[in-house]
């Protein structure tokens, strides 16, 4: 049990890259939290996933002691966010468990799209914030300039932003002592019946579901029995503790502390993030309001290579679910892959993200089809159907006209890219609603067509503008344009999966690229094979993937009979698991891929 | 085709004996070759003769047909090594009148007189390892041996043996389908009765993979001049009079190698040596013989444990099956359907044929299955799906 005067909760906010992660390690680091020979870089980056590829997916809370220069001793609870706006719904949510957040901006790069869009959400949650300035170590950095531009660009005061290398540890305990001195207090009533905000779960398989909790007022304590106020569900508390960020038991958790709770929770799907958690008993009068829900924006079928995986993937696709509420899943069929979900994702990262962690935490194999936005059907008789999967395309005759998602888009941009910044807008069908500068670097707002944007908008963008420009959106809403389903024919045969909806105007580029994508991405096989992108029954585009024409071993004598016999039966095995598209066999990979454009 | 069948006779037994030692390591090779600074000659050949008497102890009754000497660069042996294996096989075991015995050789490590010594012995044909006919392409290859010295060795072991084959290897860096075509006219005007034309493969863990992956072995053939290079081969040594008698050797009717002709027949054969494989029936079960693949471990395995073999597993008859057809599709006579259902009736995938019989990749006439001309670059990829 802390006083709440010392306690301090916050998050780690900032655009992509600036060094969230490198900053918690320090902040851990100095205060003796981890052993020095336990310590390793972006040591809350645990999944392998993270550490591959460098970023951050999910917001990781970890509790510090910190004797501070005030002779007390505080304890932090500190919230390292990702980055990346497919995992913006992280850094929302965190930021509700929170009373303040340390906004971190590269001294080098300075001010970009999500350091903007953070610095919004955290006034939203009412945050105090102290603007840091890291990578100071750099040559190229320049604080003075970059704090003129926190405050001209965002408008909030950065006269006494602390200057700081996470890398070097320059600067960290002044970091320390910002945190303790100006960011506010929990406050909360010991006394008054329970309540818990329940922030994040995972599915651990030696412990079942656990949940990380906030609590606003009353003590939590081990056995203790509670109420999940939104699902009903009541339970036992089997272990009570903090992350430090291993998992340590601890007795009790008051007013303004952080921790987690386990409690033989059956159903994965009665935890919720929002949920207000009180006693079983004595129960709180006034639930949290719960948190928004996330909007997917990006819809497309996940299903089992192996057809026999399809309820192992479900029990995977919800215990995953529990880490992760920014994704949806329900269940669908298709006449050539079978069973399998529909899912939602706030991104193409995003999406890519889950399936790798579906593959790799729960060893099953997927095949992922061609990724798509919802539409809005309007029909002839005044309905609306909201269209997740082209494949579901309506009858033309029964449909009046159809609206697409759009998005205002935030792209900051150093001026000399400007130009190719504009252009790919244009190319994407783009409005320009706003251009503005601040100092040398452009701000440009554009009103673009989600569909256009999801799948490697943001990739495009960083290689014409060499990583310099950054990105942000939002969704406002939809509008009507000439949208045709494009169907893709593989020998002949039409694969769903690879069905999108485009526009009229650049239907046939489209096909095009995608046909000559997917020579590429399908192997040769022992026949050629006709690829064909077609708009209602008119061909629009083809292509010829040549049959396969040499694949034999060249020396195979007596000492290489049984490697080569092995080799064949671990072909075989794959044989078995791979889904066949009538006679031919399309990579897992190509769903994705050949909807990436080069343009 | 024709050919002494009764070498794959029951009674029947080949023998590979593997010589473990090179001068230099070639960067594509991933036999088991070493190179060593010194060989005591007197230790293998204790050890080696200990092996043959192990081995027919262990298979008794067998009659001796083949005999091979590979590498590793056999041609380095003593001649007098070579004399005494071949003088221990002789009480060892019966041995057909017209046993076949092979040496490999290299061009770099031949003298007249060896070859000589090793006729003496009683080998009676030499695969020589040409491999290329210009300097340039033989550097590349890191072969120590110039052009001039590969068709020097060549007219010397012709002077000396009767039957001479020899190796060359294609799709090389750099090389068109008309460099190659032109290659290949000049080496059958020597009127060989055997090639062996191998395309080159990059084989995981030698050095020529390690360029690849770094992209610094440029000018490799893409699949369809390769594929073009492999058709063209076909085509001229079939005019010449050396069709494929199997997917990567070329002989005149008759003039087959025997030896080789029983790994993929599915014959018994017995290794002995470093490495050496072997497949043996006992009981009316085939079995998979191994033996310790490093020279050292080899030498002292026979040393100390009186046995060079590291393991022998009986086949189940789902793999002797797949072995015989995976073996067998190789040659131009392909295989026997009744042959394969006799050994297991499931393993082959019925609609998987048919499918590639329409596709003109597999030919069927009567029991013979055999692959078409455009079927048998493809084998690979046919044996994937008619492998159940
Ligand atoms: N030179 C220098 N490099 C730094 C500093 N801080 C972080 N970095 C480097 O910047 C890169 C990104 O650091 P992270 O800590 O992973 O950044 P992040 O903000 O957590 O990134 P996301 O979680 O993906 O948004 C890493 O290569 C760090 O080593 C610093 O102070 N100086
Ligand atoms: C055991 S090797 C050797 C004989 C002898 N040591 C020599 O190199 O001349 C048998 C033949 O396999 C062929 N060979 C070896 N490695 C090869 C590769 N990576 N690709 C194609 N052929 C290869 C060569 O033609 C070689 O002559
Ligand atoms: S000489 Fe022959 S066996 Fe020896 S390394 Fe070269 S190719 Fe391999
Ligand atoms: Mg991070």
Redesign the interface.
């Given at each position: 049990m802390t006083e709440l005067s010392r306690i301090r909760n916050f998050s780690i906010v900032a655009h992509i890259d600036h060094g969230k992660s490198t900053l918690a390690d320090r902040l851990i680091q100095l205060t003796g939290t981890v052993a020095e020979r336990d310590m390793q870089d972006q040591i809350l980056d645990a999944m392998d996933i993270e550490r591959e590829r460098g970023i951050t997916i999910k917001a990781n809370t970890v509790r510090i002691e910190y004797p501070a220069r005030d002779g007390h001793t505080y304890i932090l609870n500190l919230i390292d966010t990702p980055g990346h706006v497919d995992f913006a719904y992280e850094v929302s949510r965190s930021m509700q468990a929170v009373e303040g957040s340390l906004l971190v901006v590269d001294a080098s790069q300075g001010v970009e799209a999500q350091t903007l869009a953070n610095v919004y959400q955290a006034i939203d949650a009412d945050h105090e914030i102290v603007p840091v300035l890291n990578k100071i170590d750099l040559p190229a950095a320049e604080p003075a300039r970059v704090r003129e531009q926190i405050e001209d660009v965002i408008g909030i005061d950065a006269s006494d932003a602390v200057e700081i290398s996470a890398k070097t540890g320059l600067g960290i305990p002044d970091v320390l002592e910002a945190i303790v001195t100006r960011l506010p207090a929990p406050k909360g009533d010991r006394d008054a019946p329970l309540k818990a905000m329940l922030v994040d779960s995972y599915y651990d398989p030696y412990l079942g579901v656990v949940v990380l909790i906030r609590v606003i007022d009353g003590v939590i304590r081990k056995g203790d029995r509670i109420r999940m106020m939104k699902t009903g569900g009541t339970y036992g508390i089997d272990r009570l503790g903090v992350f430090t960020p291993k998992m340590k038991d601890i007795a009790e958790l008051g007013p303004g502390e952080m921790g987690f709770l386990t409690a033989s929770i059956k159903q994965v799907r009665d935890t919720r993030v929002g949920d207000t958690i009180t006693h079983e008993k004595k129960p709180t009068a006034t639930p949290l309001p719960g948190f928004k829900p996330s909007q997917p924006v990006v819809f497309c079928g996940l299903f089992p290579v192996d057809a026999n995986d399809f309820e192992d993937m479900r029990d995977a696709i919800e215990k995953l679910a529990l880490n992760d509420a920014s994704f949806t899943s329900e269940m669908e069929t298709s006449a050539a892959l079978g069973f399998g979900f529909r899912c939602g994702f706030l991104g193409l990262l995003h999406l890519e993200v889950i399936r790798d962690r579906l593959e790799r935490e729960y060893d099953i194999d997927l095949i992922t089809t061609a990724p798509s936005v919802i539409y809005h059907i309007y029909m002839r008789d005044g309905s609306m159907i909201e269209l997740h999967n082209p494949a579901d395309m309506p009858d033309l005759t029964h449909v009046d006209h159809l609206e697409e998602p759009r998005i205002k888009a935030t792209i900051l941009v150093p001026d000399e890219y400007l130009g190719d910044v504009l252009k790919l807008c244009q190319d994407r069908r783009g409005i320009q609603l706003d251009l503005t500068y601040a100092g040398s670097r452009a701000m440009v707002v554009y009103d673009l067509p989600l569909n256009e944007v999801v799948f490697d908008f943001y990739d495009r963008l960083k290689s014409v503008t060499k990583g310099y420009a950054s990105f942000d959106y939002q969704m406002i809403g939809y509008r009507q344009d000439h949208l045709v389903k494009m169907q893709i024919l593989v020998n002949d045969e039409p694969v769903d999966a690879l069905s999108t909806m485009v526009h009229r105007d650049r239907a046939e580029a489209r096909g095009r690229a995608m046909c000559e994508k997917l020579k590429e991405l399908i192997p040769r096989h022992m026949f050629k094979i006709p690829i064909q992108a077609a708009i209602g029954g008119r061909i629009i585009a083809r292509e010829t993937l040549a049959a396969l024409r040499k694949d034999v071993t060249a020396k195979c004598y007596g000492g290489d009979a049984t490697r080569k016999r092995k080799l064949l039966e671990k072909q075989k095995a794959g044989k078995k698991k791979m889904r066949q598209f009538g006679k031919v066999e399309i990579p897992q990979s190509a769903f994705i891929s050949a909807l990436k454009m080069d343009g | 085709m024709t050919g002494p069948l009764r070498d794959t006779a029951a009674s029947a037994l080949g023998l590979?004996i593997h010589w473990p030692f090179c001068q230099a390591k070639c960067p594509y090779c991933d036999f088991n070759s070493h190179v060593a600074a010194r060989i005591d000659m007197e230790r293998w050949k204790i050890a080696y003769l200990s092996e043959i008497e192990r081995v027919f102890s262990e298979n008794p009754g067998r009659i001796l047909t083949t005999v091979f000497f590979?590498g590793g660069t056999p041609s380095l042996m003593d001649p007098d090594l070579v004399a005494e294996i071949l003088s221990a096989l002789q009480t060892a075991a019966p041995q057909a009148n017209d046993v076949e015995i092979t040496l490999e050789a290299n061009p770099s490590s031949v003298e007249i007189g060896r070859f000589r010594a090793f006729r003496e012995a009683g080998v009676n044909r030499v695969s020589l390892g040409l491999q290329a006919l210009n300097d340039d392409d033989l550097r590349r290859l890191g072969r120590m041996h110039s052009a001039a010295e590969g068709l020097q060795a060549l007219t010397t072991a012709r002077a000396v043996f009767d039957r001479v084959s020899f190796d060359l290897i294609y799709a090389r860096q750099h090389q068109t389908p008309d460099d190659w075509a032109a290659e290949l006219h000049r080496a059958l005007a020597f009127e060989p009765d055997h090639l062996s034309l191998?395309?080159?493969?990059i084989e995981p863990g030698t050095v020529f993979q390690r360029r690849f992956d770094q992209n610094q072995l440029p000018g490799l053939p893409a699949?369809?001049p390769?594929?073009d290079m492999?058709d063209l081969t076909q085509r001229i040594c079939e005019a010449a009079g050396l069709p494929a008698y199997e997917?990567?050797n070329h002989a005149r009717p008759g003039a087959e190698s025997r030896h080789?002709l029983?790994?993929w027949r599915g014959g018994d054969?017995a290794?002995i040596g470093p490495?050496?494989?072997?497949?043996l029936t006992r009981d009316g079960i085939r079995h998979?013989t191994?033996t310790e693949r490093i020279p050292e471990a080899w030498l002292s395995s026979v040393e100390t444990r009186g046995s060079g073999e590291t393991s022998i597993t009986g086949l189940s008859r789902r793999?002797e099956a797949?072995?015989r057809v995976?073996?067998g599709l190789?040659l131009a006579e392909g295989i026997s359907l009744s042959d394969i259902i006799a050994i297991d009736e499931t393993e082959i995938d019925h609609a998987a044929l048919a499918?590639?019989q329409a596709?003109g990749?597999l030919h069927i006439d009567g029991d013979r299955m055999t692959t078409t001309p455009r079927g048998?670059?493809?084998?690979?990829?046919?044996?994937?799906?008619l492998?159940a």
């Open positions: - | 590979y590979g191998y395309q080159l493969t699949e369809d390769a594929a492999f997917v990567s080789n029983i790994y054969y290794g490495g050496a494989h072997g497949r998979a191994e793999e797949e072995e995976m073996m190789r499918e590639m596709l990749l048998r670059p493809l084998l690979n990829a046919i044996l994937a799906k492998l």
